[in-house]
């Protein structure tokens, strides 16, 4: 069986045909699909959304621990999220096998960082496979379960967002997805239960093992020599690969699919059949430094390979500095394309709680979702941004600092779950007087719209019970807990006025279901009456992608026209119209 797919794609079928049992994860882009392919599986593989990483990896940990096949997925900053469990359970190491996915950003396409999690791999001494295209993401996968059950250690399968989000053609073989027999459970604290005297066992196996991965690496098929001119020989892995073939196709390639423990024989044999050693790798010198660490020569360039996304254009700038080779031909560069701002989408909830916040003066904590475009123009309505649940801890920081002036921590109804319950316990424990707005739209929007604790959904779409954000406040202790209806701008500026000019924590519950994902019927089209409208410019102050300038009524001064197209009839824009003259129709 061939099939057109993704590496995301081809890994969720992996799981399925590697027997996986349980499959649990956080959505984060470029991870999210996997998980989401997965559940097509779910007859033969148990998944589900988990609140945060953290509780997907112990959940997979619980799995693998009682035999099962097991698998999680994430993206790299996830990854951080999950690591207190990670760290001690490579040391405790997998039963059932134990695979989880790292989808790395080059370039911070949609991440604030681009951190090259190979040194996390190494850091908690897993054994790494990095795919280089979709067919390698579907085999070094169904092979990882395999590895983990032989060396009990837990796989890491790095992959890129290049990686994650190209397809190509993949061999599934003979394709029959069904749950691998769980491996007998004998309890033994020896092994799961790492106090000191325990742990410091686990220390000197981990070591041993890392020895016997090594050997076997040196063996590993995903390890390969391709030949060709000795004068220079690349060391490469993962979809760099795909760039030196392009760029390099002449020249002799060391391509790493296995690259924790590294195949360290391997290398030294390599590198001793060339005349010289060029080493590239996208992000951190990973391999580079290890290399060099053998007491390998490599080449040093100046053309900047460890920062942002690899591209063809990249290397071949790294081939005319070290050949001396001018193309015959330039490398073709895509057609300029009109740029689109930053912008939250017509009828969106979120946008009148920042309005409001701006027009308040407050300075704005926040968090990662759609709502980080509330920091932008002509919003600007936000301050900081650092990771998940975030928000909450930054503000009670900024109010034990001292900070004057009203204060608000955003973050969003999937972000409060994930890691926001506890932000507010630990403001309302230390007497920290915080105002917290929860974004409430009912579903994980930024990376695609995933169902989470309260939409009522599972990810097999399943019913499930629909948590109480309200409830959860009330039960930190917090006594002002107030919903509101996101698209009410009056009652909205009320409620966050008083909250924030108060002397006790706070948490506002902004409630705006997301247009798009509930699939919201348009009860009627805002519009704009030219007659009335003076040209103030103050709806523009929403930024509405559903506005654009009309007749230019004084120098820079424009009424404002409502394209149909895109107004999604939230009616927010009429209310801050003080001539009314802007009216839903039907």
Excluded at 135 to 158: G, H, W
Aim: aromatic letters at 6%.
């Amino acid at each position: 069986m061939k099939k057109f797919l993704s590496a995301n794609e081809a890994v969720a079928h992996a799981v399925a045909q590697a027997g996986c049992v349980v499959a649990s994860a956080y959505p984060g882009t470029p991870s999210t699909e996997i998980l989401e392919n997965v559940a097509t599986f779910k007859d033969t593989v148990k998944c589900e959304w988990a609140v945060n990483e953290k509780v997907a990896m112990e959940t997979a940990i619980g799995a693998s621990m009682a035999g099962a096949r097991a698998f999680t997925a994430m993206k790299h900053v996830g990854l951080n999220v999950a690591m207190d469990p990670l760290m001690t359970f490579t040391y405790v190491g997998a039963t059932g096998g134990m695979v989880i996915v790292s989808a790395d950003d080059p370039g911070m396409h949609s991440s604030q960082n681009e951190q090259d999690n190979r040194n996390l791999a190494k850091f908690a001494r897993m054994l790494m496979l990095e795919p280089s295209d979709s067919q390698e993401a579907y085999d070094m996968t169904i092979e990882a379960f395999d590895l983990s059950e032989k060396f009990q250690v837990p796989v890491l399968i790095r992959l890129t967002t290049r990686t994650s989000h190209s397809s190509s053609i993949v061999d599934l073989g003979r394709f029959k997805p069904a749950p691998k027999a769980l491996i007998p459970y004998v309890k033994n604290i020896k092994k799961t239960i790492p106090v000191p005297m325990f742990a410091r066992g686990h220390r000197i196996a981990a070591e041993e093992r890392s020895k016997a991965m090594e050997a076997e690496a040196v063996k590993s098929p995903f390890n390969k020599i391709e030949r060709g001119k000795k004068t220079l020989g690349f060391v490469t892995s993962a979809v760099a690969y795909q760039y030196v073939k392009e760029i390099f196709p002449e020249y002799s390639i060391l391509k790493l699919g296995w690259t924790n423990p590294l195949p360290k024989a391997l290398i030294k044999k390599f590198a001793k059949s060339v005349d010289k050693l060029v080493v590239v790798e996208e992000l951190d010198p990973f391999l580079e430094d290890q290399i060099k660490a053998m007491g390998i020569s490599v080449v040093s360039h100046k053309t900047e390979l460890n920062m942002f996304e690899l591209n063809a254009d990249r290397l071949q700038n790294l081939r005319n500095e070290l050949l001396k080779d001018v193309p015959k031909a330039k490398i073709a560069k895509p057609s300029s394309l009109p740029t689109r701002p930053p912008v939250l989408c017509a009828g969106c909830g979120h946008r009148s709680v920042f309005y409001i916040l701006s027009k308040l003066g407050a300075t704005v904590t926040g968090d990662i979702g759609c709502y980080t475009l509330g920091a932008f123009p002509p919003l600007n309505a936000m301050d900081t941004t650092i990771c998940m649940g975030a928000s909450i801890g930054n503000a009670a920081g900024m109010k034990k600092a001292g900070l004057k002036g009203r204060i608000c921590a955003v973050l969003g109804d999937s972000t409060f779950f994930h890691s926001g319950m506890t932000g507010i316990l630990s403001a309302h424990y230390n007497g920290t007087p915080v105002t917290t707005v929860v974004l409430d739209n009912r579903i994980t929007g930024m990376t695609g719209h995933q169902e989470n604790p309260g939409s009522g959904k599972t990810l097999a779409g399943e019913d499930a019970p629909v948590t109480d954000i309200a409830q959860i406040a009330k039960a930190c202790g917090y006594k002002k807990v107030v919903r509101v209806d996101a698209d009410d701008l009056a009652e909205l500026e009320k409620t966050l006025k008083d909250a924030m000019d108060g002397d006790e924590g706070a948490l506002i519950i902004a409630y705006a279901p997301c247009r798009i994902a509930a699939k919201l019927t348009k009860e009627g089209l805002c519009e704009v009456d030219a007659e009335k409208c003076k040209a103030c410019g103050m709806c523009f102050k929403m930024g509405c992608p559903a506005m654009t300038r009309g007749k230019e009524v004084r120098k820079g001064a424009y009424q404002m026209v409502i394209d149909p197209n895109q107004c999604a009839g939230c009616k927010q824009c009429s209310q801050v119209c003080k001539f009314g003259a802007i009216k839903r129709v039907r």
